[in-house]
């Protein structure tokens, strides 16, 4: 099987229909006008750095509608995207790229020192910086300017070849179980089978209007929603980076849907032009990730919004789960049930399938599951067996089909030889009203092997004390999940997705 050049087809159905708008600097493109753009840089790709198919070139910069122009340029090329995490140190960038050998560097202004950097001690001799508000001149010499290369080209239609599904797209670096980052093979297949996974779930159509809030060089900044909605003909608004008060204009004056992280839904709750705000043309409000506490859902549902709370991997689209909506209340915190192109299994440690109620390791399998691991035949071996995908999460299925995913794998720990689940106790927590943020880790303790460590952040101007939080765990789970120990911290350390980096909190855990 394959597929087509979406934007080839779009511009031909929809002439008129806008398909980008960049939020920074509100540049508007309609499909014939992306996808000439991208058909411009692929141009340039072949005919000025003479790039081959399959060789790779890299990307550091933040989400632009030229992020997008460039991704489905090297569709066009065929050449593979390797999309490069800006928050990442030199030493950490270095590694990838070495692991990904990219022929071509292009980057924003605002990285140039880390990509002047990085070109030399890997001699990569092709860059390309992108424009700084449409000022190319500063540029040093050698460094192609983004927009001057679209212009040196001839301007004529690029299509992309009918592209097998198994075909490398883009790799997205994620981290390894030794802290090394891997590249996960992002296939043609897999944007395909997640447009079709997460279209039919949010019933997206050319009318749709998304946000895009979430990095590029993760899935969900490509992926929930932006190219879905390009498969549909629809509008994608592209936010340079998540900024509350923004993000809340936005979605009262031109979105119709959103697909968030925990962290997103609650700094948005938290700023004071929440309440006020009306979204008259929001019609689809979802989330994945870390799990968004009750609290928080029972919140947005008091303003009559539903959060439809879905789970994926960078290794599968990302589209597993999404809670349809109007579900029934008691299934609040699911992950709702598989998508049309997706199977999963719950098994315990030794493979067995568990039944209903029990608590053991997802496995997915389908063809939105990445094949692989760039240059890691032993991870990828390690990682999927039979076509399906280890996915280090602990899942648990209810007597009607619904899915609950319930902690990280490796964030359980026990306590007293019983399973402690983080997420469960962090539920509980964020039950106080004081409470902003709250995060539990398992620390060693000589009597039961490990106890909950809890690092919790007040909300403005609210008190309370550890003694406090743990009588209120007490009272509400089981005495051996309630935390032992409770720490008060400014803020919580999360990663570009939103999530939080319990490595730094069992690192602050740990006995000076």
């Not at 506490?293 to 589209?319: H, K």
């Not at 962090?426 to 539990?440: K, M, R, S």
Request: charged share 25%; net charge negative; hydrophobic share 45%.
């Amino acid at each position: 099987m394959y597929t087509f050049d979406w934007l080839a087809k779009q511009a031909d159905l929809r002439p008129d229909k806008t398909a980008l708008i960049d939020a920074a600097t509100g540049r508007r493109l309609t499909y014939p006008q992306f996808h000439l753009r991208a058909g411009c840089f692929a141009d340039f790709l072949r005919r000025e750095w003479r790039l081959e198919p399959g060789e790779r070139i890299a990307l550091l910069a933040p989400n632009s509608s030229n992020y997008f122009e460039i991704l489905w340029g090297c569709a066009k090329a065929e050449v593979i995207l390797v999309c490069l995490n800006w928050r990442l140190a030199v030493p950490e960038l270095e590694f990838i790229m070495r692991d990904a050998t990219p022929s071509a560097l292009v980057y924003d202004p605002a990285f140039a020192d880390a990509a002047r950097t990085l070109a030399e001690h890997l001699g990569i001799s092709r860059l390309m910086a992108l424009s700084a508000n449409g000022d190319d001149r500063a540029l040093p010499a050698g460094v192609a300017a983004y927009e001057d290369a679209l212009a040196s080209t001839s301007g004529r239609e690029v299509v992309m070849r009918p592209r097998g599904l198994d075909e490398t797209w883009h790799l997205l670096y994620t981290a390894g179980t030794t802290g090394r980052p891997k590249g996960v093979l992002q296939t043609f297949g897999m944007v395909f089978y997640n447009a079709l996974n997460i279209g039919l779930a949010i019933g997206l159509t050319d009318e749709d209007v998304t946000l895009n809030l979430l990095p590029c060089f993760h899935t969900g900044g490509l992926n929930m929603y932006t190219n879905p909605t390009f498969h549909v003909g629809g509008t994608a608004i592209v936010q340079k980076a998540f900024d509350p008060a923004e993000t809340l204009r936005l979605l009262s004056e031109e979105a119709t849907a959103i697909f968030g992280v925990s962290a997103v839904y609650l700094f948005l709750s938290q700023h004071p032009d929440f309440e006020r705000m009306t979204f008259r043309k929001m019609r689809s409000w979802a989330a994945g990730g870390a799990p968004i506490p009750t609290s928080l859902l029972e919140r947005y549902l008091d303003r009559g919004i539903e959060i439809q709370f879905g789970f994926g991997m960078t290794e599968t689209g990302p589209t597993v789960f999404l809670i349809e909506k109007g579900a029934d209340r008691s299934k609040l915190g699911s992950v709702g049930k598989p998508q049309l192109y997706v199977d999963v299994r719950i098994v315990d440690r030794e493979g067995r399938d568990l039944p209903p109620g029990e608590r053991g390791e997802l496995l997915i399998k389908g063809p939105g599951v990445t094949p692989g691991y760039w240059q890691r035949p032993d991870i990828t071996a390690a990682s999927i067996e039979d076509g399906w995908l280890h996915s280090g999460d602990v899942a648990v299925r209810d007597a009607d089909g619904y899915y609950t995913i319930v902690d990280r794998w490796k964030d359980m720990f026990i306590s007293g030889g019983e399973n402690v689940y983080p997420a469960e106790v962090e539920n509980v927590i964020y039950q106080l009203p004081a409470v902003a943020e709250a995060a539990v880790v398992g620390v060693p303790d000589e009597r039961w092997g490990e106890v909950g460590r809890a690092f919790v952040v007040l909300r403005p101007g609210e008190i309370l004390d550890a003694a406090a939080v743990i009588a209120h765990c007490r009272r509400q789970i089981a005495a051996y999940k309630a935390p032992k120990l409770v720490v008060f911290i400014d803020r919580l350390p999360r990663n570009a997705a939103g999530k939080v980096v319990k490595d730094e909190l069992r690192r602050l855990a740990q006995p000076a």
